[in-house]
């Protein structure tokens, strides 16, 4: 307990620091923001376009698909708030050798590289998820219950570990390849397919979306309990034990990779 | 000229070696650009059958088919941008140096980006329009593209990456004013994605729009080559269409004279 509140109080002040650094140009800031939001713009009005020519795709609406688009922005962007960091292993710090910095302080070295930056960028995907999602409520595309509300919650989080987790073990590879930036960039390209419903892919891509890299359960799967009252414990039951499963696996190869890891000569 | 070429073709040169270096790195590339295009293949497809009429936005299924696939790889093959390199060499002042040689600094990137294109036209571009042409032919019964729409889509294409990267260069002068280069390239492509029709066709968007978009030079970065190579142009258009690129082409490298002379001015390095 003591230990967990040593933590908390060590994020925050990595935090500050943080933020402080980033104060110095606010219209970066708005820069990243922008961009976010005008990313998600252009798909939502691919929707809006395509939906003024067909009634309904596959039996979903538009009023649905913009729900299940919304949803998959959520635990995309928290993802993307708090563990950005992950980014940089894959990319740069394992060939530069500045991991070796993590390697030496008393302190979980994941927890260390996530604290040390939030990416404020993802307010753009979150802002633009919670408006989606606001919006299925209020024109009644989904019912608010309390229960729905607490598993809506739950989905997020769990959809945002399976983020992590996939994230955590492509940046993981770079311990073995040195820089596996360009296998982080296509997972990410993977994770798109999660904004539609995944019955309009062909079975392979299904097959890949279920396990290797499950994105399906990210989104449309959880999602098809609110829209559809689909069973519980194939949606979001499902979502939390994948969750649980890859972030075990994850960790495991994370660690495996530090011990392997060596520093950059000189 | 000749001078010209040899002095600047080194540059092209070693972009297209050190692209066949990185093998690995091509290979996920490749893979990437294709997840990207199966996204929206299986999104159209998904589309049309759900649609009442055999026809959307003036587009068959089989031609929207094509559609997605020139689309993607004419983008990615024209659009090598230029902005990105400009601002790791504004933020490091590396800019300065090339100020001090007797090379031109658009010139020594036009050819760099040359190089580039070149590579990713011959590698992926090349194989994935040979079997779109056998698909074309054998699956969808459609006839084999005749050798005058294909010269007219090859130069609409040159013509493209031209107005990409003159455009870029423009885009690019923006280091001047942020260092966020990262940020701003998500918000170029983001809009580009829309604007020259890549994600969407423009025939989708309503009336007026379209209108406002023939006055803009987007259109002509990825739309305009597909639409020839559909054939959707009659013969006069195609010229019109590829007379309105070769002005783009002129007006941009003109703005970025410009724009360049405006800035040049200003120029403050750090350090000595």
Not at chain 1, 213 to 231: E, G, H, K, Q, W
Not at chain 2, 106 to 128: D, E, H
Not at chain 2, 169 to 180: P, Q, S
């Amino acid at each position: 307990m003591r230990k967990l509140s040593r933590y908390f109080s060590l994020y925050r002040i990595f935090v500050m620091q943080y933020i402080k650094t980033t104060m110095q140009s606010k219209v970066d800031f708005f820069i990243g923001l922008g961009g976010f939001l005008i990313s998600q713009a252009a798909g939502l009005a691919f929707l809006y376009l395509v939906f003024e020519q067909i009634p309904s795709m596959q039996e979903w609406s538009l009023e649905q698909m913009l729900f299940i688009y919304g949803f998959a922005q959520l635990p995309r962007g928290i993802d993307h708030l708090l563990t950005d960091n992950l980014w940089m292993v894959g990319w740069q710090m394992v060939i530069k050798g500045t991991f070796d910095k993590y390697i030496l302080r008393p302190m979980n070295i994941f927890f260390q590289i996530v604290c040390e930056r939030v990416q404020f960028d993802a307010l753009g995907e979150i802002l633009v998820g919670l408006v989606l999602v606001g919006r299925a409520v209020a024109n009644g595309t989904v019912q608010v219950t309390p229960v729905k509300l607490l598993f809506f919650i739950v989905s997020m989080a769990a959809g945002a570990i399976i983020y992590t987790a996939v994230k955590l073990i492509l940046a993981s590879i770079a311990f073995w390849l040195k820089d596996s930036s360009a296998i982080m960039t296509t997972a990410y390209e993977v994770a798109d397919f999660a904004k539609y419903p995944i019955e309009i892919y062909a079975k392979p891509i299904q097959i890949i979306l279920m396990t290797i890299l499950p994105f399906a359960f990210v989104a449309y799967i959880p999602s098809t309990y609110f829209l559809i009252d689909a069973n519980f414990w194939k949606t979001i039951g499902a979502e939390c034990a994948v969750a649980a499963v890859i972030w075990i696996i994850a960790y495991k190869i994370f660690q495996k990779g530090i011990s392997v890891y060596e520093s950059a000569g000189n | 000229m000749k001078k010209y070429l040899r002095i600047y073709w080194p540059f092209a040169a070693n972009q297209i070696k050190s692209n066949f270096v990185y093998k690995g790195r091509f290979y996920l590339f490749i893979l990437r650009k294709f997840l990207g295009m199966f996204i929206y293949y299986y999104l159209w497809m998904a589309i049309y059958a759900s649609a009442s009429s055999g026809e959307l936005g003036g587009f068959s299924r089989s031609e929207m088919i094509l559609y997605v696939f020139m689309s993607y790889t004419i983008s990615d093959m024209v659009m090598v941008g230029i902005s990105s390199e400009i601002g790791y060499d504004v933020t490091d002042g590396s800019v300065a140096m090339s100020l001090t040689k007797p090379i031109d600094y658009r010139t020594r990137l036009v050819f760099k980006s040359l190089g580039v294109m070149i590579y990713r036209a011959v590698v992926p571009t090349l194989f994935i329009w040979i079997g779109l042409e056998i698909y074309k032919v054998c699956k969808l019964g459609m006839p084999v593209t005749n050798p005058m729409t294909m010269t007219a889509t090859l130069l609409s294409v040159l013509f493209s990456f031209f107005i990409y990267i003159f455009f870029d260069y423009c885009f690019g002068m923006l280091a001047f004013v942020t260092t966020y280069i990262f940020g701003m390239n998500i918000i170029k492509n983001a809009t580009l994605n829309f604007l020259t029709g890549r994600l969407i066709p423009i025939s989708f968007f309503p009336t007026a729009l379209q209108k406002i978009f023939s006055f803009l030079p987007f259109t002509a970065m990825t739309y305009v080559p597909v639409m020839i190579y559909l054939g959707k142009y009659s013969g006069m258009q195609v010229l019109e269409q590829l007379g309105k690129q070769a002005l783009w082409v002129v007006v941009l490298y003109l703005f970025g004279s410009f724009l360049w002379k405006k800035i040049e001015r200003r120029i403050v390095i750090l350090g000595g």
